[in-house]
DNA sequence: AATGAATGAGAATTCATTCAT
DNA sequence: GATGAATGAATTCTCATTCAT
């Protein structure tokens, strides 16, 4: 689905200034790719954005793909840490409440750089190798859904949890992320008591 | 957010040569995209492959936004079509039966040319007029449910039909791209089941 | 010895228009060629020269290396068909008077375009796929020389034709460009008399 | 004609270390100028290559030219250094001895770093300085040839010394590059029989 | 209708070189 | 002596689009 493109990133700053470089550089291009979008960012603008020069850029991203697949697996970090802490700190909490406080989490997580969070995750998909960076968060939070459902036995009325956890992360996930960064943007409260709704009458009662 | 695009379809094939030639122009954008993804995409390779001249490309494109518009569209109008028609044609069964209808209408629907729903999923850019294409589609089931929610004040247990349709149409999807297209493909019988069950617990019972 | 570069034509011309297009960038590189050298040719200078947009120029030639190995080509074509015909003029002349002429075509060969040819000559080495041109040209040179040689078994006095024309052909190809494109030129009336010499002394006397 | 060149080494390695670092930055040309050819040769590649830092090559080579220069220079020095000694040590020996032994030194130079005599002679641009590095060592062997031919008036045959040494010269030099380093490489003993044929029947006999 | 030659703005990328540390 | 970050002019090359034939 499309050719590779070089996304790794290309030498580690060692100095103090470089690494100052570095952010300065995905700044700017968050900046312009909540501006204009991808199809618009180039490098050259990217560095005139950053105060830097196309050559320092080209130090350190190989390419566009690489800017934004930098800029993208840091959000990436940022987010699942707030939804996998607040599903970590809710293992034992009984269900209403560990379901209301995860979805909170992850509406919370969406509210956060609201631009660019969206503007990410409409590019990110034609990436090349981002979409695998995308897979490692479903997956990854699909795990840790199943891993709280296996947790609790008793509590909920799931089959088979692999299948619950997968149909479960994908549909909150699209809920909120329309729901908060769509046009028609819903009341966060509204948004997350129906989702709370969705989720629990199919886990639990 | 980008330059004014043209993507209105620039003149009707009038000629059986004619609709021959714009086919043959989709389907080698249809090949294209799947290959080297929406930015790799040009004209000129378009042409090439399609075995016409650019100039005949835009004698019906006006430019490379409108080929994938009009290859998007044709997707939309296929896949759109089996959905409605399903919702329409239950209007008046009961919910149980409804649902589990339309939700394998969705899933069906998923199925059908599934790489190029993949492809255009994926590598359409949600920018300019593109970007209005989808939120159509969007717009319009989410409109569908909320209608078909408005007919049975009584069998449903939602406050707010908008909200519902909202909710429930962005999960179904994402539920069922996901569980379709995804790497991960789950059994589309397992998946009927629990999408069923998800969207039923939260509309009805 | 060296990348593979990409030398190949990219596509024939087929109007009128395109063929004079092709002409006057060739031109243009020959012109640069010889006024700058390689190194300080660029595709934009060539293409600024010739009065035609880079486009145009890429259309028809990959790249820089290309333009050098069509006209590279289309030299050699010249040069050996000039000296080649020389030698089948003479194939059954005196030795004398053959060699004497032969030696001739090839002083004359060399004086033509004497820009292009010694600018030519001196960056071809460097272009990867054309090594293989100028070997062709040793080894087409090389073979009529053997040929001439093995006609007349009893006029020459070599022991194996296929060395002595191997050092013949490269011995006077080296003394004849130096002493006609070399900065100390020497009066080609003189160079003919004392190629001739060496020829004759080594293959007849 | 290009720009002014710097090519003069920037400064003498003192220390030890700076030598070693010297000869490293050397091989590592050496090896790229192989690998790569001229014009991918680049300051910061060598450097790396080299496990040196770009400062450090600076230190000691003003440009991307002074490098080649110098690799060149070297070379060349054991080159003629090898024929040349050789001319001196022959210069009152009969003709036949004489030009036989400075032949094989002349086949002897070439067989040594037989890869870096190839890499330097087909892909040292012939502009600029290194043109004129590349000119001095064909004076210097005309000079050299000359010389020797001035002190024997009554050995050899020849009329204009400075011609019969240009001429002689650039053959010889022409004929045996071509037998060892050519892909249809001459058995040295034959190579070295013919090209003294080819020499005595010219000057002396 | 169809062709394909031509355009040229603009994007990506390199690389010789400098200089503060 | 050595390092390597930074520079930016210069170069290569693409591609949407037009238009004469």
Known sequence: MGPRLRTAPRK???QARATATVEVILQAT??????DGYDHLSTNKVAAAAGVSVGSLYQYFPS?????????????ERVMGLVLERIAAHVDSPPEVAIREIVRGII???GRDRALHRVLSEQIPRIGKLKTLIEDIE?????????????RPHGVRVKDPAVAAFIVSHA????VHAGVLG?????????EDEVVDLVLRYLVK
């Open 64 to 76: 566009k793909e690489a800017l934004v697949a930098a800029l993208a697996e840091r959000h990436r």
């Open 108 to 110: 919370e997580a969406h």
């Open 30 to 35: 968050a900046r312009l790719l909540g501006k």
């Open 12 to 14: 580690q700053p060692t």
């Open 172 to 175: 909150v996930e699209a809920a």
């Open 139 to 151: 997956v990854h939070a699909a795990g840790a859904v199943r891993a709280w459902l296996e947790r």
């Open 183 to 191: 046009d028609a943007a819903i009341d966060p409260a509204v948004l």
